[in-house]
Each structure stands twice: as C-alpha cells, then as structure tokens.
C-alpha cells in the first residue's frame, strides 16, 4: 500500500531521472521549473515559483541533485497533495517524460503495419537489414533529411549477428527512439511515418482493390 506522498514520488523519480540526460544524477533548474509547474497542476496544489527559487538559492551555478529536488517536493509538494487528483492523468504526464520512443502510439501502429508489409511471411517474422535501410531511407526522404550511409553502416556492424533482421517491436524502437532522426521534432517524424504508409500501405490496398472494383464497373 502506498501512501498520498510516498506513491506520486515514485513516478517523479522517473521523470526526474528521464530528465537526468547525463546520468550525473542532477537536472538543471529550468527543467525542473517546468516539471513542477506541471506537477503542482496535475496534483492540484498551488505553485510558489518564489519558493523553488528561495528553496535552490545556492544552487545557482549548477544543477540540482535528485536529493535536493525530492527535499523540496516533500516540504512544497508532496505535504500539499489532497487525494481529489487524477492519478491516471499524473501517471501520464510523467510517464511521457520517462517514455524514450518519440513517436505516438499511432505512429508505431503504422510502423507495425509497415513492417508486416515488408516481412517474409515465415516464422519468427523479422524486417531483414536490407528492408530496414529501404525504410529509414524512405523516412529519411519524407523528413527532407539527409541519409547518413555511414551510420546505417556503423549500426549494421552491432547488429546481432545471431538474428537476420528485426522485430516489428525491435523496428518501433529503433525509429521511435530517434537514432535516425536526430535533430527533428516529433511532429516531423511523424508526417513522414504518416506519408511513408500513406505510400506503401494505402496505395497498395488501392491497387489491390481495383480489379475488384473493375469487375463491376
């Protein structure tokens, strides 16, 4: 059983630590100004951006330890919390921030289906290297980015030799986590999995349905 406090600090810790980018175990204060904005609205209790400050005042060099941080959400936060907040909605927000794949639940239905499309039928189903680079580069494309050969390459040499080719899970994670996508926003990487589907999926159930459509025209 967890209680009032002890359960939202659990799901801030993995927000906290998605925010850690650098693994030293601090996050900057900026961040985390705007992860308490956010918290304070989600868990319905008042935010005092006066007292963050005052609480941090001698850590204006530099970032702020986890230690520091979970110091203030007990004394400012945590002691606030009423049991009247939306726990799905908190889990949400700082499950978005700890969830490392860039793209939406859509977008890897899409990459699913895209896989599948590009798949032998023949058990265990996998996208083999070739069909990947066929779809990065297609993504590539579809992003006006410009494909990096070498890092496809260097990516190929740490592929596991026991396996020829990827899961669909394994292909959702490889787009989603933005390997070949650095530097593009979300919404970017989503217009080209959109038009990329749009290409091999939907204009190939057209051109399936024709000859039927034909035959009764």
Known sequence: MGS???????AILHAFTALNHDHSGKVSKSQLKVLTHNLCMVLKVPHDPVALEEHFRDDDE???SNQGYVSYLNKFILEKVQDNFNK???NRMCWTLCNPLLITEDDA?????????LSEAKYPLIIVTEEIEYLL?????AMEGGWQQEQFEHYKVNFDDSKDGLSAW????????????????????????NAVF??????????LRKPYYLSFG
């Open 4 to 10: 009032l406090r002890g359960e939202p600090l659990k």
């Open 62 to 64: 530099g970032p702020v």
């Open 88 to 90: 799905i909605e908190f």
């Open 109 to 117: 239905f899409k990459v699913w289906v895209i896989s599948n499309f």
């Open 137 to 141: 580069k297609k993504l590539t494309e």
């Open 170 to 193: 394994e292909l959702i994670k490889l787009i989603g986590n933005g390997q070949f996508s650095k530097g593009m926003d979300w919404q970017t990487v989503s217009m080209a999995i």
């Open 198 to 207: 749009n290409e091999l999926i939907l204009d190939w159930v057209n051109i």
